[in-house]
């Protein structure tokens, strides 16, 4: 069975900086998948970035970045240029065969103007 | 892009009564949708995958007869709370992936979710 634990149940960050969220996971797949979703208020589940347990480049998107490394089982999430619509809850997420999402425990972000 | 489509989004029931929660698939054709279970300020919690034309598969501890999920169309899962009690009181949500973008990290495409509330 996969695990994913976020070790960080909140970080805050003032607005214009840059906050890194950890995340690492447990799995016996060789091949899998990683992502990045966020949460709003609105608790609609949004994906911010995604990552192939296959390709060694960490994948971007505009401001948010991962720093994947396989062998530690490990893929956090930097958020560079924080801005307030960044405020949300992130969770980390392992997808292998079958679709199945396995979320972590989540960590809020708080951004200070 | 891709949406999924879930209703209600909030509902009121008194403890002992039934409630349907819909998911649809609205512009793809979904053969498996996930119903995941969110308490306040955790994670999701994946419920069970509702695969179309056949039975759903259930994950550890989760009550098949209580949680009822039919997938009778390639578009449309429903999850039914029979008999509900104030502990089944949650935020539920739905998703599906769209077979059209392929396989792999394609990502799930997640319903707005429903609050339910028993009384």
């Known amino acids: 069975a996969q695990t994913v634990t976020q070790s960080q149940p909140e970080m805050s960050v003032q607005e214009a900086e840059t906050v890194t969220l950890s995340c690492t996971y447990d799995?016996?797949?060789?091949?899998?998948?990683l992502f990045w979703y966020k949460q709003p208020p609105s608790r609609q589940m949004i994906l911010v970035i995604r990552?192939?347990?296959?390709?060694?480049q960490n994948a971007t998107e505009n401001r948010f970045s991962v720093n994947f490394q396989k062998a530690a089982k490990s893929f956090s999430l930097k958020i560079s240029d924080s801005q307030l619509g960044d405020a949300a809850m992130y969770f980390c997420a392992h997808k292998a065969a079958g679709n199945k999402l396995t979320f972590g425990g989540g960590t809020r972000v708080l951004v200070k103007p | 892009g891709a949406v999924v489509s879930q209703h209600p989004s909030r509902v009121i029931c008194k403890s002992g009564t039934s409630v349907k929660i819909e998911c649809r698939s609205l512009?793809?054709?979904?053969?498996?949708m996930f119903w995941y279970r969110q308490f306040p300020k955790q994670s999701l919690m994946l419920m069970a995958t509702s695969n179309e034309g056949s039975k759903a598969t259930y994950e550890q501890g989760v009550e098949k007869d209580k949680f009822l999920i039919n997938h009778a169309s390639l578009t449309l899962s429903t999850l039914t709370v029979t008999s509900a009690h104030p502990e089944d009181s949650s935020f539920y949500i739905c998703s599906a992936r769209d077979p059209q973008q392929g396989a792999g990290n394609s990502p799930l495409h997640f319903g707005n979710g429903t609050r339910l509330t028993v009384t």
């Open positions: 512009d793809f054709q979904a053969t498996t």
């Open positions: 990552q192939e347990a296959y390709k060694q």
């Open positions: 799995t016996s797949e060789s091949d899998y998948y």
